[in-house]
């Protein structure tokens, strides 16, 4: 399986992704926030989209600087997203619980970049601040390919192979939940 290195600016975390997945622009209004309170807007395309590539977590590997991860929550019932408090850099969104194998990671500090996948879908494109190009893919393989994880990885057992957990099934790091004024 081909693997990339996602590192946050400072480079003191890094993690293996694999590069098999779905890739996606999401131009909703909370992941763009997410980008935004981290300051990093230089990542979200013309019309304020995050490109994002959805892996299985079971080939993920923190590699070093677990200790700086740190999430956030922009929605009662939204992702987590996780970023570096070492150098705010926006890395993944995750679902709360491990039973959902889901990670979707921003494209932006991964490299190498050649054996991405192309980009399959632009979705919540309602929440674009300008015109986006088509065309605009479907959400549908994403969707598809989300299921099927979901199901390889409790068949098999994988889903408790999720470095955002611990062996019990707790989140590795803290994070905040969302606060009465968000979103
Ligand atoms: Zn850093
Ligand atoms: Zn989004």
Redesign the pocket.
């Known amino acids: 399986m081909d693997k990339a290195k996602w590192s946050c600016t400072c480079g003191k975390v890094e993690v293996e992704v694999p590069v098999t997945g779905v890739r996606l622009k999401?131009y909703?209004k909370?992941?763009r926030a997410f980008v935004e309170q981290l300051g990093k807007t230089e990542r979200l395309d013309a019309a304020g989209g995050?490109d994002l590539l959805q892996v299985a977590p079971d080939g993920l590997r923190i590699l070093k600087g677990q200790e700086h991860l740190a999430w956030m929550r922009l929605t009662e019932k939204g992702p987590l997203r996780w970023y570096t408090t070492c150098c705010n850099t926006p890395m993944a969104n995750t679902l709360p619980t491990r039973h959902v194998p889901f990670a979707s990671f921003q494209v932006a500090d991964l490299s190498p970049k050649t054996d991405l996948p192309e980009v399959q879908a632009k979705v919540?494109l309602k929440g674009a601040l300008a015109h986006v190009d088509g065309p605009h893919g479907s959400a549908l393989p994403m969707i598809l390919a989300l299921l099927r994880r979901t199901v390889t990885a409790h068949v098999t057992g994988k889903w408790r192979k999720n470095p955002f957990f611990d062996d019990k099934g707790h989140l590795i790091a803290s994070g905040r939940e969302p606060l009465p004024n968000d979103g």
């Open positions: 999401c909703c909370s992941c995050s919540h």
